[in-house]
């Protein structure tokens, strides 16, 4: 490689042609020697006077700007060959990645506006919209400066998603129900938490009494306990405290026998004693602030889980976890980017200090419990698939830097397996089934599939890897639950036209199809005999379209009819990844009956839950074999049950202990292991299933 010399103080060009790398070493005035790092086989690199580069030595760092739709730009500077999706997760700029960025799910579609990428092909980006500048970010490296457009949808998943949060009547009334259920089992809404106003004597030359004697014997003498004990927290801010307000403060704490746990002093109009319910799911994470005393909700609300740009499950986010760095990048994900803007939006909806908050409990599985505390979570997936912990005790807001007093408990609902967590236990207990004879199978249907089953006497858990198929990954089409997304659809025996439900505003139009959608249409192609019990396109007509090589696809909506101008459609892959995620589940439920000796006949209720459960059309479930085929009677749908659970917890030492009960006496069955599931999970992997006797009502009109 050439030396070359030139002066410093002018605006400077170097063309070079088939060469890549250039050194530079400032020398007085010359440059020479070094690295530099120019796109394509020839290029340009200009340099004003007095510009220094941002690194060591020198080095070139492309600048990439996200032009973010609806929202600011944002400008990194990197190195040549970073990742376009890494950088972005490195940037905190959302773009949607289910399978984590190994190029199967074709959802971080973003559009390069100016400058240079080098992305490999995909299926996902046909030629003309390569052409167009549309780019997987996950298979696309950073060679030069470049302007990068991010769509609305990459990040929709964030604040627009739909969720089980309480934000319809419908919602509450059965979080109100289950609650109202739970009261009616023996379980008391009662907790030890208190808010008491004292007025203290102030000190004096004759009365030099130390604060926190002073403080003690007021509360001995307001509660009648015997015991005060004061922590660190509350000391070091006691003296500036009572003399604020002259010394007239209210103390907030719990009451344990003839101790009191003294957890906040402050000022005497701030009486809010507050509890937080936390439901972390895989794709959102739900919250409320209750008031301890009342169990009056305060505020609630909700956003899709941060953690969701390193895939779309829970292996590969243990798989990301793994990586250099990773545990603390997961857990900021959730806690920094998730959970903490909820909390203050909800003490700022509420009106209340973050410190009133004393007690919090978290609904969540196994993985997300590991990630939300920073604990390895290898484990959990690599055999004999043993957690860190099922249950945690002492864990406090201030060991992970909640926006809650640092005293406040943090109850984690216990795990039970590997991939039965404390959503599960929190969403049995909601539900009521181990204070009934009955026998009732219990489904929390999301990114992954748990099931309960069992009354009062024994209770059988497991789960199932149904993958993202429920939240729109491994879809073509697929979508979440947000603005767009087609959630309900009903086809014309005889035209073969849908008629389709779009999440949003009036007027929207079809962006993709999320979970519940894709069970109606599915249903809907198999009862109007357009697809066959393999998923296969077996009629023909306008909707229904067939690639060079033969497979067929339905199309919801034309281009014309779509809100990005691209076709809508479901294709025989998507029916086949589909077939396999709603196989998983019924195997799982078929498995665990068969565990215990018992038949599809015997279950006299069946609760569904979970965020996808509010949609599901559970005629249309059965319909295509994902559920038994029960009286649609016996069907309920009981919302957010981690959720309500939480609350239960939150709001009551008995639901906590109950809660506690229900985990230890529910067996785990470990499907991987157990002997037949893979054969009932074969066959089920059909429309209904291979035996259709075991679905007398599945219906094909034609």
Same mark, same amino acid.
């Given at each position: 490689m050439g030396h070359i010399k030139f002066n410093i103080g002018k605006k400077i060009l170097i063309s070079l042609d088939n060469c890549? =790398?250039? @050194?530079?070493?400032?020398?007085?005035?010359?440059?020479?020697?070094?690295?530099?790092?120019?796109?394509?086989?020839?290029?340009?690199f200009h340099r004003m006077a007095g510009h220094r580069p941002k690194r060591k030595g020198l080095i070139f760092m492309p600048k990439v700007v996200f032009q973010i739709e609806g929202g600011k730009p944002v400008t990194v500077e990197c190195n040549?060959?970073?990742?376009?999706?890494?950088?972005?997760?490195?940037?905190?700029?959302?773009?949607?990645?289910? *399978?984590?960025?190994?190029?199967? @799910?074709?959802? *971080?579609?973003?559009?390069?506006?100016?400058g240079e990428l080098e992305s490999m092909p995909t299926r996902h980006i046909s030629d003309d919209e390569y052409k167009e500048g549309w780019r997987l970010s996950c298979a696309s490296k950073v060679i030069a400066d470049c302007t990068i457009f991010v769509p609305d949808i990459a990040s929709a998943y964030q604040s627009r998603m739909k969720t089980a949060d309480l934000s319809s009547p419908k919602e509450v009334a059965i979080f109100d129900e289950c609650q109202e259920n739970l009261k009616h089992s023996g379980i008391h809404f009662k907790n030890a938490y208190l808010a008491q106003v004292l007025t203290l004597a102030e000190p004096s030359l004759d009365d030099t009494m130390p604060d926190n004697e002073r403080l003690t014997w007021?509360?001995?003498?307001?509660?009648?306990?015997?015991?005060?004990?004061?922590?660190? !927290?509350?000391?070091?801010?006691?003296?500036?405290?009572?003399?604020?307000?002259?010394?007239?403060?209210?103390?907030?704490?719990?009451?344990?026998?003839?101790?009191?746990? *003294?957890?906040?002093?402050c000022a005497p109009e701030d009486t809010a004693i507050v509890g937080c319910a936390i439901d972390i799911g895989t794709t959102t994470v739900t919250m409320v602030l209750t008031d301890l005393t009342s169990g009056?909700?305060?505020?609630?609300?909700? /956003?899709?889980?941060?953690?969701?740009?390193?895939?779309?499950?829970?292996?590969?986010?243990?798989?990301?976890?793994?990586? !250099?760095?990773?545990?603390?990048?997961? =857990?900021?994900?959730?806690?920094?980017?998730?959970?903490v803007p909820i909390l203050a939006n909800l003490c700022k909806t509420a009106g209340i200090n973050a410190r009133s908050i004393l007690r919090l409990c978290v609904g969540a599985n196994t993985t997300m419990n590991h990630l939300f505390v920073g604990v390895d979570a290898q484990s959990v997936r690599m055999e004999p698939y043993v957690p860190s912990f099922f249950h945690w005790d002492g864990l406090l807001a201030g060991d992970l830097k909640l926006p809650a007093n640092p005293l406040a408990p943090v109850l984690i609902a216990p795990n039970i397996g590997s991939y039965v967590g404390g959503d599960i236990t929190a969403g049995t207990l909601a539900s009521g089934i181990w204070d009934k004879d009955e026998m009732s199978l219990f489904i929390d249907l999301g990114t992954n599939g748990e099931i309960v089953f069992g009354n009062r006497d024994f209770l059988m858990s497991c789960a199932c890897s149904a993958g993202p198929a429920f939240e729109g990954g491994d879809i073509s089409c697929g979508m979440r639950a947000t603005d767009g997304a087609m959630e309900a659809v009903t086809i014309d025996v005889d035209t073969m036209e849908p008629t389709a439900s779009i999440i949003g505003d009036a007027g929207q139009k079809c962006v993709g199809i999320c979970g519940s959608g894709i069970i109606d249409l599915i249903s809907e192609l198999y009862r109007c005999g357009i697809i066959n019990a393999k998923g296969l396109f077996v009629r023909e007509g306008k909707r229904v379209k067939r690639d060079a090589h033969g497979m067929g696809r339905y199309v919801v909506a034309f281009p014309e009819e779509s809100e990005t101008e691209r076709e809508v459609s479901l294709n025989e892959v998507d029916i086949d990844n589909f077939i396999r995620a709603k196989g998983a589940i019924f195997s799982a439920i078929d498995t665990l009956l068969k565990s215990v000796d018992m038949t599809?006949?015997?279950?006299?209720?069946?609760?569904?839950?979970?965020?996808?459960? /509010?949609?599901?059309?559970?005629?249309?479930a059965v319909n295509i074999g994902m559920f038994p085929d029960v009286d649609i009677e016996k069907f309920h749908y009981i919302g957010n049950?981690?959720?309500?659970?939480?609350?239960?917890?939150?709001?009551?030492?008995?639901?906590?202990?109950?809660?506690?009960?229900?985990?230890?006496?529910?067996?785990?069955?470990?499907?991987?292991?157990?002997?037949?599931?893979?054969?009932?999970?074969?066959?089920?992997?059909?429309?209904?299933?291979t035996d259709r006797s075991l679905f007398p009502h599945s219906i094909q009109e034609r």
């Open positions: 890549r =790398q250039l @050194c530079y070493t400032k020398r007085k005035n010359t440059i020479s020697g070094g690295v530099i790092f120019l796109p394509g086989d020839s290029g340009e040549v060959g970073d990742n376009l999706l890494e950088l972005a997760r490195r940037s905190n700029v959302a773009i949607d990645a289910p *399978c984590s960025g190994n190029g199967s @799910c074709g959802k *971080c579609r973003v559009k390069l506006v100016e007021a509360i001995e003498d307001a509660l009648g306990v015997e015991h005060v004990r004061i922590p660190f !927290p509350v000391m070091v801010k006691l003296a500036h405290t009572l003399r604020e307000n002259n010394f007239r403060v209210c103390v907030k704490g719990e009451k344990k026998g003839d101790t009191f746990e *003294c957890m906040e002093v009056k909700l305060l505020a609630k609300g909700s /956003s899709g889980n941060g953690q969701i740009r390193y895939g779309a499950d829970v292996i590969n986010r243990i798989i990301e976890q793994g990586k !250099p760095g990773g545990k603390k990048k997961l =857990q900021d994900a959730i806690l920094k980017e998730t959970l599809v006949d015997m279950i006299d209720r069946v609760y569904v839950a979970g965020g996808i459960g /509010s949609g599901i059309n559970m005629k249309n049950s981690s959720l309500t659970g939480a609350y239960a917890m939150v709001m009551s030492n008995e639901a906590e202990a109950k809660c506690a009960e229900v985990a230890a006496n529910m067996t785990y069955l470990e499907l991987s292991t157990y002997p037949g599931y893979m054969d009932s999970f074969v066959a089920a992997c059909f429309l209904p299933h």
